[in-house]
């Protein structure tokens, strides 16, 4: 029986040593799978807030995409308005330049050929005609010194185209500023 004893309490002390290893192998099991738990959870966070950031990003991308389209639009309008003006200007003046020179052509060939019909009735019914044409352009032209002091035609052709110039940038100036006021309302009104 002592043998036996002996025995047994060999097993028991064998099945007790087994158990600590046991023990301590589930302890470091338990711990790797707790600290497998955290990683994870660390990492589903950090994943979510990736996605999150990326959607943030990809908003701004898509808003700053249209707001990039828009200024294209923009500029586009603004660069034929422009070409409109210039084209606008620079066939105003060739108008005013041609009337004048046809104006003072005019008054040239209506004083030749007042001279040339001096001689019979019907030309003088049609100097008498001129002359009252003449006088009213003189008149006009004296009305016109009168106001500007100016003395030459071609000045005051030029000038008034200069001031036609500056009419119409002013106009166009004065279009350009209502059209960023009713942006300006329109994105006020967007946000």
Request: charged residues 40%; without cysteine.
């Amino acid at each position: 029986m002592l043998t036996q004893n002996a025995e047994l309490r060999a097993t028991i002390d064998h099945l007790l040593n087994e158990r600590k290893q046991f023990d301590g192998t589930y302890k470091k099991l338990t711990k790797a799978l707790s600290d497998g738990k955290k990683q994870l959870v660390e990492i589903v966070e950090q994943a979510t807030q990736a996605y999150d950031q990326r959607d943030e990003a990809q908003s701004k991308m898509g808003a700053l995409r249209e707001r990039a389209e828009k200024d294209q639009m923009a500029h586009n309008v603004e660069m034929k308005e422009l070409n409109r003006i210039l084209d606008h200007d620079y066939k105003l003046k060739e108008f005013m330049t041609i009337k004048a020179r046809e104006r003072a052509n005019m008054l040239r060939e209506t004083e030749k050929s007042e001279r040339r019909q001096k001689g019979s009735d019907d030309e003088k019914a049609h100097d008498k005609w001129n002359e009252d044409t003449i006088e009213t352009y003189e008149q006009a032209f004296a009305r016109i010194r009168e106001v500007t002091g100016e003395e030459d035609i071609d000045t005051l052709v030029k000038h008034f185209i200069e001031t036609e110039d500056q009419n119409f940038a002013l106009f166009n100036y004065v279009n350009e500023l209502n059209n960023e006021v009713e942006l300006l309302q329109e994105q006020i009104q967007g946000t």
